[in-house]
């Protein structure tokens, strides 16, 4: 995005944000697959007539990068990335770890959405989703939760019969740094 240009506006609507200009939303997911139309399941294009719904730590995200303006309520209030942050802490479980690993995967150059259809946190792509497969499940953990072998197994099994690989992901609270564990299956 260029100098000139202002950032997209969104509006944060209970746990997500809505980029309700369907030009703004097209040209956001465009930049990375942020968000995901109203109403088209896998979009193929960013070409879309539909608001944009953005979750929480992607839209935390794209705050703090400053591609987008978020604002509250019918007087439009801004919300400040501190404010937002705060607000997913008390939405979701595990923010600040999800939001630490999202953070770092596309700092990597990785497209990260959603993994809920696979049991996970996230699916991670190299290139994006229409283009690849997402060759990557991520399941964030904290470095005390406990893991049984059956949780291992389970997601392990789920990962190969999609083709994917099965990753933890566990941030390291004192330095920031991530240990990202990948498994790979193979029949004996």
């Known amino acids: ?3 000139r240009e202002e950032p997209f506006k969104a509006e944060l609507l209970e746990n997500r944000l809505v980029v309700w200009n369907p030009k703004e939303g097209s040209k956001l997911f465009g ?3 942020y968000g995901k139309p109203v109403g088209i399941p896998k979009p193929k ?3 879309f007539d539909t608001p944009l719904n953005v979750d929480l730590i992607e839209g935390l995200y794209l705050l703090e990068k400053g591609l987008i303006k978020v ?3 019918p007087k439009k209030r801004i919300v400040s990335a501190k404010t937002l942050r705060e607000y997913g802490i008390k939405a979701y479980d595990g923010f600040k770890l999800k939001y630490t690993v999202y953070k770092d995967l596309r700092e990597s150059g990785y497209v990260v959405l959603p993994g809920v259809k ?5 699916a991670v792509y190299e290139r994006g989703p229409g283009i690849d497969h997402a ?3 991520v399941s964030v953990k904290e470095s005390k939760e406990n893991i049984t072998s059956a949780d291992i197994v389970r997601a392990g099994r789920l990962a190969t ?3 994917k690989r099965f990753i933890i992901a566990v941030p390291k ?3 920031g740094e991530i240990q990202y564990l990948m498994f790979k299956w193979f029949k004996a």
């Open 161 to 163: 019969t999609v083709r």
């Open 31 to 33: 930049l990375g697959f």
């Open 45 to 47: 294009v960013a070409e």
């Open 135 to 137: 060759p990557y499940l």
């Open 1 to 3: 995005m260029s100098e």
């Open 173 to 175: 609270s004192r330095k």
């Open 118 to 122: 696979f049991g996970c946190d996230y």
């Open 71 to 73: 604002y509250r309520g």
